[in-house]
């Protein structure tokens, strides 16, 4: 079974970036759709980006043109590099398929403030 583990949070200050992973074990990334999802205090989990193994990327429009999801096949992970980073950015981060979804993990924290 596929099973994911976020990692690359922390505290940055507004303007700044941040490279988010997501490392699968279990089976190969060749076989999903990977999505990014975010949960701020206090408001619904949301998704911000959505990318095949082909490459093809959805960006929620909130992040459109800055931040930028890829996938390293040879790595098994899926990164999510987020530039230009606002304090409306600071949320739980989650990877994970589609519906239907993987348990969700613990994520990894992006605080965005100076």
């Known amino acids: 079974q596929l099973h994911l583990v976020e990692s690359g949070g922390g505290l940055v200050q507004p303007g700044g970036s941040l490279r988010l992973s997501c490392a699968a074990s279990?089976?190969?990334?060749?076989?999903?759709?990977i999505s990014w999802f975010r949960q701020a205090p206090g408001k619904e989990r949301e998704g911000v980006s959505c990318s095949g193994s082909d490459g093809g990327t959805y960006y929620a429009d909130s992040v459109k043109g800055r931040f930028t999801a890829s996938r390293d096949n040879a790595k098994n992970t899926v990164y999510l590099q987020m530039n230009s980073l606002k304090p409306e950015d600071t949320a739980v981060y989650y990877c994970n398929k589609p519906l239907p979804h993987l348990p969700w993990g613990p994520g990894t924290q992006v605080t965005v403030s100076s």
């Open positions: 279990g089976r190969t990334l060749d076989d999903y759709v």
